[in-house]
């Protein structure tokens, strides 16, 4: 979906252990964690109405997990439901979910909010076990609600329950004590080590053919920083989106950094949507009297460019972002359009790309001509036009928008194509010892409201990088997405790979920091990276039925899916270079024997047996032999990070007991680990198995 970039990874164990300590370090600062969204909500195609059927086992195995851990572990204060609906019900409205599943089997004491705008009825809901209607009450409210409790058709301890919910979360936060914060600790040196530190933390090594990494910068003259993420700190859209106070890009970074020691030659080469500067007001005119610069904005008080205008001004340019605000005093800040009209005027003939970036609707005519047709709500996302415009000739140009609610965005830019940026990257590349390609995503592909169409690298980046390449063979490729992407078309060609995300407003300096050897990369991947989009376990099912989704792989997600279908993905989960190499040694068991009861003590040794310190990621994988049921060939039950000097070595020790063994038998409703062969596996990644050990559970 388009909002991986939020989620934990495919693994639900994984899921779990990030959720439960990042949920604790949140709350112990008085901040109510609210996990979300609550559950099988893992499309943004149809989310708010689409019915997602997943059987049992597969909710309690795959879906269940990282949920029941926030409860039950890390105590967690608000959980949020979802939009969709599942097996059937609105999750804001399922007994399954919100009584059975969270309250009663989880004990959950905290409060139940509903997604924005995730509520769809007033007698179900209340006597499920939804507490709080978010953002308003249009169906939880007095109106629809206080006469059947008065009259006991809706029992009165129900309403108890909720309220006696929400305080106890204000109490626990401290919302009715004399709470004081510093408003002045922002973005502190505190705060930017950190930024930096999980952003190298999570950078992932894919490929290092010949040892191109780190770069040695005593050995070069010159670097080409190329790419359309090279000179902006990137992360995804929507409601999670962060505006960093003070973002560091790699350009910027590598200037700081190397600047002074080498040429750095920097060709942005292409541009992605949403990276277009707003034209001008000397381009934009009321009339065709050049005169009057700008565009005529006509302000409407509903979504539908109904009725006279509240306001008409003169916009000098097209460039709003209003977040939650109102465009004027006493207009309302959700649910209003505006239409501007006028004329546009090149001053050179050329092609251009005319960007429209809003969130929500927008509609773009050009001669009256419909070019741009984009009436939904959405979070940011940026559509395009691309057309020939003559110097001097005035151009009618009329731009329609909506907001329905939440944060108000639009812009209108334009852009000269890449081609002409492409010529400078090539040049670049040809004229420098090393390239770096900073490719990826942005906000504008990954977000909220929409999917991702597919796996590609927009805009042609493929044969972008290709011809980098070709200009110069020692390049490295910079990744900065927020999912999985394909390679195919070029990886045999490039020798040095990363994969940084999207890592905050210290992108830049964290990558620097890798690509120089300051850093050594120590990320694994939380998911599988895909040869292709037809590997995928979802394949075959999504968006294949109008207004509903069959799970139909079931467990098998993830690596889980690639492992039992054999299928050979690109990147396996858990997979990471470093710039060192690690020995595994010396497995031991405390028994090779298991009962009911009983914790296995597991033991082995690493060894950094490289030449510069650096940190490993180990993880324990356990393969039931012979079961009752299907299970996957194995499943990630422990990982530990180990940092180590070359040379140097320790112990790595883990204990598990029967619930790693376990699998959820939906006959009787509960987690089984059934008597027979296991065999435990540690390794440097789902793939990557180093040691193995037998062991029976008896």
Known sequence: GGRNFESFGEDPYLASRIAVDYIKGVQQENVAATVKHFAANNQEHQRDHVNTIVDERSLNE???PAFKAAVEEGKVLAVMSAYNKLNGPFCSESDYLLVDKLKNEWKFNGLVMSDWGAVHSSIPTFSSGLDLEMPKGDYLNQNTLLDKIKSGELDIEKLD?????????????????????DSTKVNTAEHVKIALDVAKEGIVLLKNEGSILPIDISKLK???????????????GGSSMVDPVNPISPLEALQNKVGSKVKINFAQGLMIDGDSEPIKSKFLFTDKSGKHHGLKGEYFTNKNLEGTPAHIITDKLIDFSLDWKSPFENFPSDNFSIRWTGYLKAEKTDKYTIDVSSDDGVRLYLEDKLVIDDWNDHAVLTNSYTTKLEAGKYYKIKLEYYEN???????????MPNEKLLTQAINAAKNSDIAIVFAGTSANYESEGFDRKDLILPKEQDQFIKEIVKANHNTIVVLTTGSPVFMNDWINDVPGIIEAWFPGEQAGNAIAEVLLGETNPSGKLPITFPHRWEDCSAFSTYMKEDGTTRYEDGIYVGYRHFEKNKIAPLFPFGYGLSYTQFEYSGLKLSSKEMQDNDKLEVSFTIK???KVAG?????????????????????????????????????????????????????RKSWVAEP?????????????IRLTSPFKFE
């Open 608 to 610: 950094n047996i490289g």
């Open 161 to 181: 329950d909720k309220v006696r919910r929400i305080l106890r979360v204000m109490f626990t936060i401290g919302l009715f004590d004399d709470y004081k914060y």
């Open 222 to 236: 010159s670097i080409a920083v190329i790419g359309p993420n090279s000179k902006a700190a990137r992360s995804g």
């Open 676 to 688: 027979g062969d296991f065999h435990l596996l540690i390794g440097s990644s789902s793939e990557d």
């Open 62 to 64: 795959i879906y269940f």
């Open 405 to 415: 609610a939440g944060g108000a965005i639009v812009k209108l830019g334009w852009r």
């Open 615 to 667: 940190a490993e990621v180990a993880q324990l994988y356990i393969q039931d032999v012979q079961a009752s049921v299907d299970r996957p060939v194995k499943e990630l039950k422990r990982f530990s990070k180990v940092h180590l000097q070359p040379g140097e070595s320790k112990i790595i020790k883990f204990e598990i007991d029967k619930t790693a063994l376990s699998f959820y038998n939906v006959e």
